[in-house]
């Protein structure tokens, strides 16, 4: 069975950094590219970015830029989102999924439950 | 790079029928045959309902259907049931080398 598994929720106080991860099992994790999906409380689905496993080639949205860190360690099969100075603003679940991508396909077909991420003094 | 732009809400009464629009440009919905479909429940991760414009992953029931004309997709749901309120979400690839992605707005679509 394809899954992605997320890390558990967090509760940061501003200033303090984080990383959290997504792990992928029952497929080639170096084939597909990962996507990192924020929401707000609320809110709807935000685009973070997508990085590729096999060469770790990163594309990150453009209001995230310089925001977060996305990364990728495929010797164990594994995503990662990080913050390196967390911002209340930062409060949000964050969702890893699979993308697939081909010349007549691209689509996130596999969805982590999601981290919680909650940032408060 | 702006989100699509989705209604804020539908319903409809059970068995009846829903269409959801996903109005975007030329540069993402309309360029391309990669528009995706999302449903999500309060509290749980959005689930993949109909890719590629018109596709539908096995274990989707087939009343939900997708189209596309011009720069606006769609999203059809026949026969709504109970289970069917949710949020739905619509995506497009739009080929930026900068990023290529974009959500819409999202839609509540509420059984009456």
């Known amino acids: 069975e394809v899954q992605l598994v997320q890390s558990g929720a967090e509760v940061k106080k501003p200033g303090e950094s984080l990383k959290i991860s997504c792990k992928g099992s029952g497929y080639s994790f170096t084939s597909y590219w990962i996507g990192w999906v924020r929401q707000m409380p609320g809110k709807g689905l935000e685009w973070m970015g997508i990085i590729y496993p096999g060469d770790s080639d990163t594309r990150y949205s453009p209001s995230f830029q310089g925001q977060v860190t996305i990364s990728a360690d495929k010797s164990i099969s594994t995503a990662y989102l990080q913050w390196s100075s967390l911002k209340a603003s930062d409060t949000a679940m964050y969702y890893c999924?699979?993308?697939?991508?081909?010349?007549?396909?691209?689509?996130?077909?596999?969805w982590g439950k999601g981290t919680t991420v909650t940032v408060s003094s | 790079q702006s989100a699509l732009t989705q209604p804020r809400s539908v319903s409809g009464s059970p068995g009846q029928s829903v269409t959801i629009s996903c109005t975007g440009t030329?540069?993402?919905?309309?360029?391309?045959?990669?528009v995706s479909w999302y449903q999500q429940h309060p509290g749980k991760a959005p689930k993949l309902m109909i890719y590629d414009v018109s596709k539908r992953p096995s274990g989707v029931p087939d009343r939900f259907s997708g189209s596309k004309s011009g720069n606006t997709a769609s999203l059809t749901i026949s026969g709504l049931q109970a289970e069917d309120e949710a949020d739905y979400y619509c995506?497009?690839?739009?080929?930026?080398?900068?990023?290529?992605?974009?959500f819409g707005t999202g839609t509540k679509v509420t059984v009456l």
């Open positions: 999924a699979r993308l697939r991508y081909s010349s007549s396909s691209r689509v996130l077909d596999v």
């Open positions: 995506c497009s690839y739009a080929g930026s080398y900068t990023f290529p992605y974009v």
């Open positions: 030329s540069s993402d919905v309309g360029g391309y045959n990669y």
